[in-house]
């Protein structure tokens, strides 16, 4: 099956190509530049005129949590304590049906956003994510964050439970391409140094990526110097826990020695710009992380503390609170923000080789743009645009390894009405699903 896309401004993460195309062969991209240089010899099925439209690689969320988009406008203030407090008592009913119908309604959202990519945690319910995902058409990096009960004692306990269910959910998914997964623990402040180690352990000795959240709120500092003796990065550094394969979504409140540690064990962060200003969590210095070599992707996290899954938004936030808390216009440009949501947000997953850039071998993971300039297209303007102007409704077409999961704003694998927010509930047995 090949496909070439062209009459399109591409920008492929790399470079842009005013007069651009794509070859599609087999779900990957086989080529990608100006259609004067397409070589002769490479030809395609299929044809497709994108009409001088704009496409940009998928766009990589890589921190959220989809079941809890059944619970939308459940708790709207608070800082993350509190906030928490409350949503515990909002969604303690929550079922396992409750988290598919919240994660149907999230990658809905996320596909027509221009989402192709998700990281997605819950506490119950590991492969649920994945399973809706990729039923849909979105890439998934999935799993559940663990807890320690007497550090979290909402809910029944998930450890080994999450550990069985992600097990189970790989063995579903062996050979379906899209899901992936991870294991991970909650936080620092809500795990035991056994327990994080446990899961660390079975997650080296699977090859899975460790996700955990760190350093989000101030008053969680606190807490693990009390407990432990140490900062949470310290904490888990000194666990042994950091490396390569650890993301650590939020690290808000970091200091440039942990920095440093970051950078030096070549862990990951995922910056959440909306949830850590709605939280009141502060600003996650990306400037500096970055700066010293910590790969740093962008994500939404729920729509309870969002409450939109939308990269643009997250975007255009994360450059203008850099500046806002620096005071430096030059903190962080519209570039690094690009980067953040595609390249660097795949990095931060562990998959920087799969998708992320609309380069040959890579997955056609790609968004089709409405976009338009009074003087025309340069990769200056479309960049600035995607950044600081467009919003998902400039969003037309999205595809996921070479199909088209969204066309003219509409989902192609899933009941549009089936993916519009429904009061209905589960009938089993309540979990909660909160993460
Ligand atoms: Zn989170």
Redesign the pocket.
Known sequence: MSLLLHNAFVHTGEAAFANGAILIEDGRVAWSGALADLPPDRTAATRRDLGGRVVIPGLVNA???GGLSACRCACDDGDLFQWAAALRSQTSHLTIEDNRQGCRLAVAEMLRNGITTACD?TRYGAGVFAEVASEMGLRSLSGA?ANSPELRPAGRPNWPLALDETDEAMARHGADGLARFYLGAHSPYSCTPDLLIEVKSAARERGLPFVI?AS?NRAETRITLERYGATPIRHLHRLGLLDRSTVL??CVWVDEEEIDILAETGAAVVH?PA?NAKLASGIAPVSALRRAGVPVGL?T??VV?NNRLDLFQEMKLAVLLQRVSSLDGFAMNAADAFRMATSEGARTLGMERETGRLLPGMAADLVVLEIDHPEGLTPERVVSDLVYRITPREVRDVMVAGRFVVEHGALTLADDRETRPSPRRGTSHPTGTI?
Do not use: P, R
């Open positions: 921190h959220t949590h945690c964050l959240h989000e979504a939020h959440n949830s994500g996290d729920s503390s993460a």
